[in-house]
């Protein structure tokens, strides 16, 4: 498959340059797409070439991924991400949008959509991470505190992967996640990997991000933040997918008027397993939810 060739953008936060790539045109509705930890934006190429013939596509790489600076202090909870996405919209000038999101990007859009519902249309999370806590985190602050404090400490030392070729590496990740076509394989590898100065390769990502012992947000904050949502909202998740969705886990009571829909076969990364079913409903949404509302908007204008 052709991938969309996306325009190449970037905007400033917290001192870091951010990247972010964008299709389709200007002036059409707005959809922001938030990638998972450890990925990065072109891991949405599929599906913004199809989102694009209706929509403005944008889709940042977070910071710590894909070509974003990396954060100083390991500076990777929610509510950075959230901050990042907030000067990403105020950066472009927007005003209202949508937003899609995958695994941890599904958990960021929806506490967006929670926080700045004035500026969001509708909200739609595949696979997004709900209520998780490692289970070897302490319960008690103090000693939380104390156990990211160690992760980041290991995580600093740890050394990174190194491949000899794009396609070690492409073998890799293929021998992790064998329901991925190996073409887009190929392709989310030649973007996720950087050039390293010995000619090896390396994942991009920055090890922090793999830090979920404090996200910035309480259990109790993250369930108030659901409850503020007042867009629609589509909660797409896999039949194989993690134990811990928004949506799952008497989740669901948190989200007012939510879609609960499963996509079959697939496990978390459902938008590359199954990407034809992951289409169908996102354009399915996004259209009855945003086109069809600003047709409607418009004829009423004409009377």
């Avoid at 905007?11 to 990925?39: Q, Y």
């Avoid at 990042?84 to 949508?98: Q, R």
């Avoid at 156990?147 to 992790?176: C, N, P």
């Amino acid at each position: 498959m052709k991938y969309a060739d996306p325009r190449h953008g970037s905007f400033v936060s917290a001192n870091l340059k951010l990247h972010f790539v964008e299709w389709g045109e200007t002036d059409r509705p707005k959809v922001i797409l938030i990638h998972g930890v450890r990925d990065h934006c072109r891991t949405w190429d599929r599906i913004a070439k199809s989102l694009s013939e209706k929509f403005h596509v944008i889709a940042p790489d977070l910071r710590g991924h894909g070509d974003s600076d990396l954060a100083l202090g390991h500076n990777y909870r929610y509510t950075d991400y959230i901050f990042d996405t907030f000067n990403l919209v105020v950066a472009l000038g927007l005003e209202k949008f949508s937003l899609v999101g995958h695994s941890m990007g599904g958990a960021i859009a929806n506490l967006f959509a929670g926080i700045y519902r004035e500026h969001v249309d509708s909200v739609a999370a595949i696979e997004g991470i709900g209520i998780w806590i490692n289970p070897d985190t302490p319960q008690k602050i103090s000693e939380r505190i104390k156990f990211w404090a160690k992760t980041v400490h290991d995580l600093d030392g740890k050394k990174k992967r190194r491949y000899t070729t794009i396609d070690e590496a492409a073998q890799r990740m293929a021998s992790e996640n064998p329901g991925i076509p190996s073409d887009l394989v190929r392709h989310l590898s030649e973007h996720g990997c950087m050039k390293n100065t010995d000619g090896t390769f390396s994942w991009k990502y920055h090890q922090g991000v793999r830090n979920f012992s404090l996200v910035g947000l309480s259990e109790g904050e993250i369930k108030e933040i659901w409850a503020d949502i007042r867009c629609p909202i589509l909660l797409l998740n896999a039949d194989n997918g993690l134990p811990f969705r928004c949506g799952q886990n008497g989740t669901l009571r948190y989200f007012q008027g939510a879609q609960l829909e499963t996509i079959v076969g697939a496990g978390h990364l459902a938008h590359h397993e199954q990407v034809d079913q992951t289409l169908k409903h996102l354009e399915e949404f996004l259209t009855s939810t945003v086109l069809n509302q600003e047709n409607l908007s418009q004829r009423l204008n004409l009377r």
